[in-house]
């Protein structure tokens, strides 16, 4: 073994012994088998692409391939070796590690593992081979038990009362019809993509996904099966608004949710139920066994159509145990334990929930801190999360988070229109990684609002502005604190709230600039003159928006607008005016004061655009909504591993001659406010 990379490719015109290579065969497969035995160092070294793999006349380098997935072409990957049990078990540094196999991977991008093992190893924890064509339910049904018994505070859902008036199909009965719920009815619930199928919703007309999901109910000892698009009458409209407002309650209290994470609608089925899973590859050398362990079922599972689905947040998030269906197994999850098909592990000792890709399923833990910050900050993870998932009517964005937004009102955590509230303020300081397109009928200012993933570095303190909650025409009264009344009284995640903010801070003219920047102009280099010294930064200009500061007489910053919407025909030459409401000015100095120049200072905006309404009696009146959101970072640190952040900071920030235009190459920063701080006034605007 060695820790640095060797002579990696082996040559294509050896000649395989036993369809093995030369290099597959000096590996020491009985080293790595050995239980005891475990090293840090690579013990083989691979610089081929997955389709070199693939294709390999080695039967070893075929098994290979399934673990290097094609994101690693072009990289030089090491195989290393880690014990099993470091990998699935909670008690990892206690077990008997006698009866743990070993496992080889290429490190954390790997697309598996492959275990390696002696035919008479004793072996409680490791990789087992899953039939493809069979789900093991004995398996299953142990986990939901576990979980019953040993659960009861965790993974239940006690704010959330059984649903009342629902309906369920009766998988025991021939006709499979659909029933009104028994008191106290246990059931299955199914989560799946409807996709564009134009099927019948009448009883006993199923699609396969539901007809498989029959069976799995059966298989798991139910006898009922709830199923949204079959189960809620979509003809009669009182009924559909009463079924989607317990949507949450629904999930909440079902015993199990059937998760069909694999396919793209309703007619693919469920894998290992009517159709087949991945089968695992293995091979023998030297008398050792090599077999295929699947990668972790989160990461197909968040590549999965029904993970981009907006219905299946809440309904996953919600559920206090899930089976969820890929084509690589049937993956158990509960609030507190996850256990793959393939993974063989005694029940007691199964991981708890290890990574942070796995909350996106379940609540996070920080939802119980004592402290409201981190609850907060969980809650907009949600947020953030959920923003990036589809809808098929942008009506529903509301309906879809709403049994979510009533959870996170039973940790203290309230929202008004899908946005958290902190210290008394709507968080409204998140922007568009890319344009989206607005959703009528939602606050601009709300996430829910528009189309499309949003990012939220941190929530807001130190805030420059006031807030109150209010109609267009009417103005709310002093000293009241309506945003947390009003969010506090709520039960519904605040879907009966007003719709307008009333925004009281310091507002700027602002005029956005579409900027195509030459060429020959994009490399640039600025010298910072700082108090501290001088500090030079690379950075490339980017075409796009922007918009003009001014912080000294001889000096503007072009600050890039992260725009919410796509802009129109003409953007590319169009210069509009508008409103820029101060949400925060800040300086890291006072975090980091042995890094910072303490003279530079940064804020941040929200952009808002002039819209025309109808106020009360019939008048006119004139309101805001939010466009976009602008970071204007002059700030620099001297710092050199803080040089990358920097980069991200300053890449959308341009300096430019306050008279000429032109870009500079040296940049003095004034001690004390900018320029344009001078002329804010300070002022309350209408944001609906």
Not at 240 to 246: D, G, R, T
Request: with cysteine; aromatic share 10%.
């Amino acid at each position: 073994m060695t820790s640095t990379p060797p002579s990696m490719s082996h040559s294509s015109s050896s000649t395989p012994t036993n369809n093995i290579c030369d290099r597959c065969q000096g590996v020491p497969w009985d080293l790595i088998a050995d239980p005891k035995q475990t090293s840090t160092d690579p013990y083989l070294w691979v610089s081929e692409s997955h389709g070199q793999l693939k294709s390999s006349s080695c039967r070893i380098c075929r098994l290979l391939a399934n673990i290097k997935s094609p994101s690693l072409d072009g990289k030089i990957c090491p195989l290393l070796s880690q014990r099993t049990c470091w990998i699935q078990c909670r008690s990892k540094w206690i077990l008997d590690i006698s009866q743990s196999s070993n496992l080889v991977h290429f490190g954390d991008e790997s697309r598996g593992t492959i275990e390696v093992s002696r035919p008479d190893q004793i072996i409680n924890i490791g990789i087992q081979r899953i039939d493809p064509e069979h789900v093991s339910f004995k398996r299953l049904q142990d986990c939901v038990s576990y979980c019953r018994q040993n659960h009861s505070r965790v993974c239940i859902r006690p704010t959330f009362q059984p649903a009342s008036g629902f309906r369920v199909i009766n998988c025991t009965d021939p006709a499979q019809r659909i029933v009104p719920a028994p008191p106290e009815c246990k059931y299955a619930a199914l989560s799946y993509v409807w996709g564009n199928t134009t099927r019948s919703c009448s009883s006993g007309v199923y699609p396969q996904v539901i007809v498989d999901a029959i069976n799995v109910t059966l298989s798991m000892g139910l006898q009922y099966l709830w199923v949204d698009r079959h189960c809620i009458d979509q003809n009669n409209a009182m009924d559909k608004h009463n079924q989607i407002s317990q949507m949450g309650n629904i999930y909440a209290n079902s015993e199990i949710t059937i998760i069909a994470s694999a396919g793209t609608d309703a007619t693919y089925g469920l894998p290992g139920i009517s159709r087949p899973r991945k089968q695992q590859s293995g091979e023998v050398i030297n008398g050792i066994s090599l077999l295929e362990g699947f990668p972790h079922p989160v990461h197909a599972v968040k590549e999965s159509a029904w993970a981009r689905r907006g219905w299946t947040y809440q309904e996953a998030f919600l559920s206090p145990r899930r089976l969820v269906f890929t084509d690589y197994g049937v993956w158990y999850l509960c609030d507190k334990i996850c256990l793959a098909e393939h993974e063989k592990v005694p029940i007691t000792k199964i991981s708890s929930l290890p990574t942070f890709e796995i909350r996106t399923f379940t609540p996070h833990p920080d939802l119980d801190d004592r402290y409201v910050a981190p609850r907060t900050r969980a809650a907009n993870d949600m947020i953030v999360e959920y923003s990036r998932r589809e809808l098929r009517y942008a009506s529903d964005a509301l309906d879809a988070m709403l049994g979510v937004l009533q959870f996170l009102e039973t940790k203290g955590v309230y929202s008004i229109w899908g946005t958290v509230i902190y210290e008394e303020r709507p968080v409204i300081n998140w922007q568009h990684k890319h344009p989206g397109k607005r959703r009528p009928g939602f606050p601009s200012w709300s996430p829910l609002g528009w189309e499309g993933p949003i990012k939220l570095e941190n929530f807001l303190g130190y805030n420059d502005f006031e807030v109150a909650l209010g109609e267009k025409s009417e103005t709310p009264l002093p000293g009241q604190n309506p945003i947390s009344t009003t969010a506090a009284g709520l039960a519904k995640g605040g879907k009966d709230a007003p719709r307008f903010l009333h925004l009281t801070g310091y507002v700027v003219d602002l005029l956005l600039e579409n900027i195509q920047w030459a060429d020959s102009r994009k490399s640039h280099q600025t010298t910072f003159h700082l108090a501290a010294g001088e500090y030079k930064h690379n950075h490339t200009l980017s075409d796009g928006t922007y918009a003009s500061l001014r912080i000294s007489p001889e000096t503007s910053v072009l600050a890039k607008a992260k725009l919410d919407g796509a802009e129109g025909p003409g953007a590319s030459t169009r210069t509009r005016p508008v409103l820029g409401l101060l949400l925060r000015r800040y300086s890291d100095d006072a975090y980091y004061p042995h890094l910072m120049d303490p003279t530079v200072k940064n804020a941040d905006f929200l952009l808002l655009e002039r819209r025309q309404g109808g106020g009360g009696s019939g008048a006119w009146c004139w309101y805001y909504e939010r466009i976009g959101y602008l970071e204007c970072k002059i700030r620099a640190q001297e710092e050199e591993q803080q040089q990358e952040r920097e980069k991200d900071y300053l890449q959308d920030t341009v300096f430019v001659d306050g008279v000429s235009g032109d870009v500079l190459d040296d940049v003095s920063i004034p001690r004390g406010d900018p320029l344009w701080r001078e002329g804010a006034g300070w002022r309350t605007v209408v944001v609906g």
